[in-house]
């Protein structure tokens, strides 16, 4: 291996040692991720699935929607659209939610809020007619989820929750988004006060390769 090659090795091992989770239940931080507020959030991040009865004030709202829409999006198009829903529309989703579980046979015990109790969801829909727009919506998601971690906010990326809307009976429900006909809905991320503070999960370092 050439001495740049290597050099660069050595400096990415560095930067990844420095990005190993930290343990935030522990509270033992690396001196190096506490040193840095933004390696701080994403490692501290964590998906949080039960929340407070407080609700989100609208500023902190306001700055998590505004950090997402700067996120970096293919050719500046912003192929996408964002929907924030509150109160009503979350409680009606539950029921919806809850309904189509019970039908499907689910132990009633056992169904969870459709926001995991979050006060507030952001849904997002792509541009299916634009190739990057998947990415792009994943970048704005993110920069949402860290801009709530800053902020003391917790979150959680809901996959499953697109699907439930695809069905026929959540049509109302969808069609009270009011997204662009051509739009796909994506994903939704609930956001909220966390009552929980889960460990991190491991992640598969062995993923990364150093490519000659
Ligand atoms: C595209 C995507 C879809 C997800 N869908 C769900 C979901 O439907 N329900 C859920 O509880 N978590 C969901 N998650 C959260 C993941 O389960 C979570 O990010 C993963 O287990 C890693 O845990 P961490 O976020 O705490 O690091 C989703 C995450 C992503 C990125």
């Keep these: 291996m050439k001495t740049i ?24 931080q690396s001196a190096s991720n506490s040193e840095n507020q933004v390696i701080e959030t994403i490692m501290t991040r964590r998906s ?34 964002i929907r924030v829903v509150t109160e009503d529309y979350i409680s009606d989703l539950d029921s919806l939610n809850r309904s189509l579980a019970i039908a499907k046979g689910a132990d009633e015990s056992k169904i969870r809020h459709a926001s995991y109790g979050a006060p507030v969801m952001v849904f997002i829909a792509n541009d299916p007619t634009y190739d990057f727009s998947q990415v792009d919506c994943g970048l704005l998601g993110a920069n949402m989820i860290l801009t709530a971690e800053s902020l003391g906010l917790g979150s959680c990326c809901l996959g499953g929750i697109a699907r439930t809307m695809k069905q026929p009976e959540a049509e109302a429900l969808l069609k009270r988004l009011d997204l662009p006909e051509n739009y796909n809905l994506l994903y939704a991320i609930s956001f909220g006060y966390p009552d929980e503070s889960p460990a991190a999960k491991p992640r598969k370092a062995e993923k990364i390769k150093f490519i000659d």
Excluded: H, T
């Excluded at 009865?53 to 198009?77: F, T």
């Design 5 to 28: 090659s290597r050099l660069f090795l050595i400096a990415g091992l560095v930067s990844l040692s420095a990005c190993a989770p930290s343990q935030k239940d522990a509270g033992a």
């Design 48 to 81: 949080i699935r039960k929340y407070k009865q407080q609700p989100v004030e609208m500023e902190k709202l306001q700055q998590i929607l505004n950090c997402g829409i700067n996120a970096p999006n293919g050719q500046n198009k912003q192929s996408w659209e």
